[in-house]
């Protein structure tokens, strides 16, 4: 059965709804990959206020099925930033969705590059919409992978 979803950009009443989405994913997908410490270091970047003040300096999206905030994506300048999709939601094309918005407007915005600090747990993810692997990435002792994608 195919999923309807709505993709719009975040407005400040979508905070709290965005924060559980990504705290639900990073405890449930991310923690297999990282350990407690950092998940609940990487949470407190996305508590509601936290996540409010992510909407004035990005451009933030949701993924939307029936009035249920279901995905997000943040575009910030030319990087990816922030791609989450709701545990119950995973593999059914909300995030390939999301990053079809992100591109579009990373294009509006005259961007011919995307970059993504990726996690390792969405390191595949990337790499199945064109993202290639340019180098690795040591916060203390997170491991991101910094990866882009050409748009031309």
Known sequence: MALWLGIRRAGEGDAEAVSRVIVAALRKNNARDYGPEIIVRVEQS???????????????????????????????GTTVRSVFVDPEFQGRGVGSRLML????????????????PSSVTAERFYFRLGFRALRDCFHD????????????
């Open 101 to 116: 918005e992100i591109e579009e407007a990373a294009r509006a915005n005259g961007a011919t590059v995307l970059t993504v």
């Open 46 to 76: 996305f508590s509601p206020s936290a996540v409010l003040q992510l909407f004035k300096k990005r451009q933030v999206f949701v993924a939307v099925c029936g009035d249920k905030i279901v995905g997000t994506a943040g575009l910030d």
């Open 141 to 152: 002792d997170e491991r991101t992978i910094i990866m882009e994608r050409s748009l031309k």
